[in-house]
T-cell receptor, first 114, second 110 residues
Framework: NAGVMQNPRHLVRRRGQEARLRCSPMKGHSHVYWYRQLPEEGLKFMVY????????ESGMPKERFSAEFPKEGPSILRIQQVVRGDSAAYFCASSPGDSNYGYTFGSGTRLTVV | QKEVEQNSGPLSVPEGAIASLNCTYS??????FFWYRQYSGKSPELIMS????GDKEDGRFTAQLNKASQYVSLLIRDSQPSDSATYLC??????????FGQGTELSVKP
């Protein structure tokens, strides 16, 4: 039973490029959450999605960031025109329902912008 | 006031001692409470969940919840060096997402 799968594990982008982070939830989980973690800081909520729907994107920066969870395929977090401040660990989590179930986290994508 | 606050670390305890980690939250409507453990460079791992007032024990871990005081704690008995990690308190409320505290770093010295 595979867990939450994130890829790539490490991603290096030059300033101005696009970053695409992928997340496949656990089997049977239909709720996906994206969090960002800066060094020495806690997890900051970005977006909550269900299949084909964005439920809560209150933590997403208004510009350059977008997320989707299509009917088929993984959830994608997309960052356009990356800047050095986007360098962080991005974690995806999934659950069978809302937050009351708790989450299972993927291994994360470490984004470095050079 | 932050939505979820944890006591600032790092917290250092000797091997075999009890480690006590604390967390307060601001949303009185919160219904679910979790403790995650995160080793350096790794992803968070769920270790405890609690939903009602009182204590919940699982092995060496005990979670305590007091909704009236808006307070959650985690006790680790017989602490081991392998318990050295950052512990994250998470609170679930309305809207379906978890809000995390900033984490408390625990160091267990042999």
């Amino acid at each position: 039973n595979a867990g939450v799968m994130q890829n790539p594990r490490h991603l290096v982008r030059r300033r101005g490029q696009e970053a695409r982070l992928r997340c496949s939830p656990m089997k049977g989980h239909s709720h996906v959450y994206w969090y960002r973690q800066l060094p020495e800081e806690g997890l900051k909520f970005m977006v909550y999605l269900q299949k084909e729907n964005i439920i809560d994107e209150s933590g997403m920066p208004k510009e350059r960031f977008s997320a989707e969870f299509p009917k088929e395929g993984p959830s994608i977090l997309r960052i356009q025109q990356v800047v050095r401040g986007d360098s962080a660990a991005y974690f995806c989590a999934s659950s069978p329902g809302d937050s009351n179930y708790g989450y299972t986290f993927g291994s994360g994508t470490r984004l470095t912008v050079v | 006031q932050k939505e979820v606050e944890q006591n600032s670390g790092p917290l250092s305890v000797p091997e075999g001692a009890i480690a006590s980690l604390n967390c307060t939250y601001s949303d009185r409507g919160s219904q679910s409470f979790f403790w995650y453990r995160q080793y350096s460079g790794k992803s968070p791992e769920l270790i405890m969940s609690i939903y009602s007032n009182g204590d919940k024990e699982d092995g060496r871990f005990t979670a305590q919840l007091n909704k009236a005081s808006q307070y959650v704690s985690l006790l680790i008995r017989d602490s081991q060096p392998s318990d050295s990690a950052t512990y994250l308190c998470a609170v679930g409320g309305q809207g379906g997402k978890l809000i995390f505290g900033q984490g408390t770093e625990l160091s267990v010295k042999p």
